[in-house]
């Protein structure tokens, strides 16, 4: 649905905010803290989830692998999106996976897990292709990648906060504690964003002067009414695989920081509890970094004439070059340098996986962006599904070191395709 820049009937002398737009952003980081707290809460808690209901290391994989295979229908999601608006459709998917969160306490043994992670997959699979549809509607292309990298910084402290909140909860009371409150705390924010988000053509508290940049600053290409593209046609647009590719190859570090470090730590650096809660937090505090060290990169080579795509490929591949540090790891002596690599992994990985996923803004309209976004999170997530299954079933008999090789080669291969895939629009 194409935005209505016309300004809405309203008093006069309505209050107006400058810069409306940061507001609409900061909300949604809000969102995106939540969102990842909940998917992170597991991964913590696992080593004392696996000893309480004895479940495998296999069996963990299918928990995960069952979260990431709901996360899949991004596309269905975004396509709900873009037809919903995200006033009410966000507010939906957020509703749903709060209360999801919350029903975790219920879980008894793999198979409820599992199917409890399904569908929290589904319904938090919206965060992304939501994201990148607010920043298309509510930002000019030149603050797409600042804007998208401050709200990424909410799925990096949403995981930043897990640590510290399971281990308050294991010692207040039991792991379940966790997703009571993580489940909580989202049903709060779909009140304030129900109250606060519209769109830019219907929001009271929009000026005119911010509303004439947001509109000056859309790419001439974007023709306003178009129609939204059916997926089928959309998936046949190279420039949606030369972004879902890479994430496919991306996205698996993800995975492995989420759901498999503090099992890592604990089983093969001795750690304990506490200091899981110490230490795991560490490298999604360097992601944070990273998601606005990649837009800071692109900011940089355009002032120096390099073009906006151009620029973006520059900034995956940078982080792609970084992350070759992941694939030392597994072979560090010292637990405290194989932390410091997990960060270095971290900050890569958010400096690459920002670029790439912003660039969905950057190719499709308003009308199709949350659909292409859902599209390549499909993508994204497969290459954790995948990774996380095979990781489960050898883990045991071959240990950690050859998956962090593999994590440090794999965007090396995603930034050669995201060179020689992506078109850039006219």
């Not at 920043?135 to 292309?141: H, L, Q, R």
């Not at 504690?177 to 219907?202: D, K, M, N, Q, S």
């Not at 355009?302 to 694939?327: H, K, P, S, Y």
Request: hydrophobic share 55%; glycine share 10%.
């Amino acid at each position: 649905m194409a935005d209505d820049w016309s300004a809405p009937a309203e008093p006069a002398k309505r209050f107006r905010f400058r810069h409306l737009r940061w507001t609409i952003i900061g909300l949604f980081v809000g969102a995106m803290v939540l969102n990842y707290l909940a998917r992170s809460v597991l991964g913590v808690a696992a080593p004392v989830i696996l000893s309480e209901q004895a479940i495998s290391s296999e069996q963990y994989s299918w928990i995960t692998g069952a979260f990431q295979l709901g996360v899949m229908l991004q596309p269905l999601i975004g396509y709900f999106l873009d037809g919903t608006g995200l006033r009410l459709g966000f507010a939906l998917c957020a509703a749903l996976w709060s209360i999801i969160t919350m029903a975790h306490v219920l879980a008894t043994g793999w198979v409820s897990f599992a199917g409890l992670r399904f569908a929290l997959g589904f319904a938090e699979g919206s965060a992304q292709p939501a994201g990148q549809k607010l920043i298309t509607e509510w930002f000019p292309a030149r603050e797409r990648g600042l804007a998208g990298g401050i709200y990424n910084i909410g799925a990096s402290f949403g995981a930043v906060l897990a640590p510290p909140l399971v281990a308050w909860a294991v010692l207040t009371q039991s792991w379940r504690l966790a997703f009571l409150v993580t489940g909580a705390c989202g049903l709060i924010w779909c009140v304030a964003w129900l109250i606060w988000y519209r769109p830019p053509g219907e929001h009271r508290r929009l000026g005119v002067e911010e509303r004439a940049y947001i509109h000056a600053g859309k790419e001439s290409w974007r023709a306003a009414g178009r129609k939204r593209t059916p997926i089928l046609q959309l998936i046949r647009r190279r420039e949606l695989w030369g972004i879902a590719l890479p994430r496919m190859l991306a996205d698996p570090v993800w995975g492995m920081l989420s759901f498999w470090m503090p099992l890592y730590l604990a089983k093969v650096r001795g750690f304990d509890l506490a200091q899981i809660a110490i230490f795991a937090w560490l490298p999604f505090l360097a992601a944070d970094l990273g998601c606005l060290f990649g837009p800071a990169v692109v900011a940089h080579l355009q002032r120096r004439g390099v073009d906006l795509i151009d620029a973006r490929r520059w900034a995956f591949t940078i982080g792609a070059v970084l992350m070759t540090g992941m694939a030392f790891v597994g072979l560090a002596s010292n637990p405290y340098v194989a932390i410091a690599l997990l960060c270095l992994g971290g900050f890569a990985h958010q400096t690459l996986s920002v670029t790439v996923i912003t660039m969905a803004s950057d190719l499709f309209g308003a009308e199709e962006v949350a659909t292409a976004a859902g599209l390549a999170g499909l993508a994204g997530n497969f290459g954790i599904l995948a990774f996380t299954l095979v990781l489960g079933q050898i883990v045991d008999q071959v240990g950690y070191v050859p998956f962090f090789i593999v994590l440090g080669v794999l965007d090396l291969a995603g930034a050669a395709l995201l060179w020689s895939l992506v078109r850039k629009p006219t």
